[in-house]
């Protein structure tokens, strides 16, 4: 009974120990601050007691005591908050090589699916040892995907990608919890996380995929008709999507913008809301047209078309460029400048 519940997690991941020992650097601090307060108290009241004919002192105070008692304090909190901020920004800054796997929440499941095209539902597996990065969002109400063993969390939310990753360091069987209140069965909204040996992994990996995602991403991109704007052989009526992924990129309002998940999202789904400077409002939102799975494919996709082709869509934008306003916009775009 206890192995299934154990009261401090086993540390499978990278991160496990720097969130570990922060958190026993916490419960020591805490500890001692509450034993320190209650041996004054008895101290106090025993020393300061009622004493037939004894006269009570006033004292007035001592800038030296005040001055101690807030600034060792201050600089605990000082200590808590860089470790905490260090161990933060290494948990919310994923490798920019990591394996990506998309996420998809409702109540109440976790769908999953790899950048490989494997899908599982409330299942995740992983190779050991490899940096493993989670592009979430949600098709109803807010979940958190918890991996305690990880000691990972994050929400998931409708409308918008979150994201998280981890590295696991032990091969085993690990919970995923969902650590937000989502409805009825939301305590049943549970899953496992295996992680494997590589080689068994690759097995693992190569029995029934439907390809990768960003082929799958490729084919909704030809069927709603995207293609026909976003040409990728010359500039059609929206933008050439090439090399796009990862670069800033100007808005019709001023703005410069990074086209990242969250962007290319955005403008699938509310695509007035961040137009590209130069291109006239004439794409139709497809909200409630794609489901989150095609939104992550289609992104994927155009990711896909940023690393792999964008060098020729470099030489392909450098070769067409027609002088006309909007095309300059392209060729920065292919590019990764802006347009002054
Ligand atoms: Cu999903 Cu709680």
Not at 50 to 70: F, K, M, N
Not at 103 to 111: D, G, I, P, S, Y
Not at 245 to 266: C, I, S
Request: charged share 15%; with cysteine; hydrophobic share 45%.
């Amino acid at each position: 009974m206890l192995n299934n519940f154990p009261l401090w997690p086993v540390q499978a991941s990278t991160i496990a120990r720097s969130v570990d020992a922060l958190y026993i650097f916490l419960l020591i601090v805490t500890g001692m601050m509450t034993l320190l307060i209650f041996i004054c108290l008895v101290y106090f009241a025993a020393r300061f007691r009622y004493r037939p004919g004894v006269p009570a002192v006033q004292i007035d105070g001592s800038h030296a005591l005040e001055i101690t008692w807030s600034t060792i304090p201050f600089l605990i909190f000082m200590v808590i908050f860089a470790w905490g901020a260090l161990v933060y920004f290494k948990e919310r800054t994923p490798p920019a090589d990591a394996t990506e796997v998309y996420v998809v929440a409702k109540q109440w499941m976790w769908k999953i699916e790899h950048a490989e095209g494997q899908r599982e539902i409330n299942q995740l597996h992983v190779p050991v040892g490899r940096d493993v990065k989670m592009i979430m969002t949600s098709q109803d109400v807010i979940h958190s995907f918890y991996i305690p063993a990880f000691r990972i969390k994050q929400d998931v939310l409708p409308g918008r990608y979150t994201v998280e990753w981890f590295r696991a360091t032990k091969p085993g069987t690990y919970h995923l919890f969902c650590a937000e209140y989502c409805g009825t069965q939301h305590s049943g909204m549970v899953g496992d996380i295996v992680v494997m040996e590589p080689a068994q992994y690759e097995t693992w990996m190569n029995g029934g995929s439907t390809g990768p995602l960003s082929a799958t991403g490729e084919k909704i991109f030809a069927e709603l008709g995207c293609s026909t704007c976003h040409r990728t052989d010359i500039q059609g009526r929206g933008p050439n999507l090439h090399g796009v992924f990862g670069k800033p990129v100007q808005l019709e309002d001023g703005r410069t913008v990074t086209a990242d998940e969250n962007y290319l999202r955005e403008c699938i789904l509310d695509p007035g809301a961040k137009r590209l400077k130069g291109f006239q409002p004439i794409m139709p939102t497809f909200q409630g047209l794609v489901t989150e799975e095609q939104v992550n494919a289609l992104v994927a996709y155009i990711k896909s078309i940023a690393a792999a082709k964008g060098e020729a869509a470099k030489a392909s934008a450098s070769a067409a460029a027609p002088p006309a306003q909007e095309n300059a916009q392209t060729n920065a775009l292919a590019n990764g400048s802006q347009v002054q």
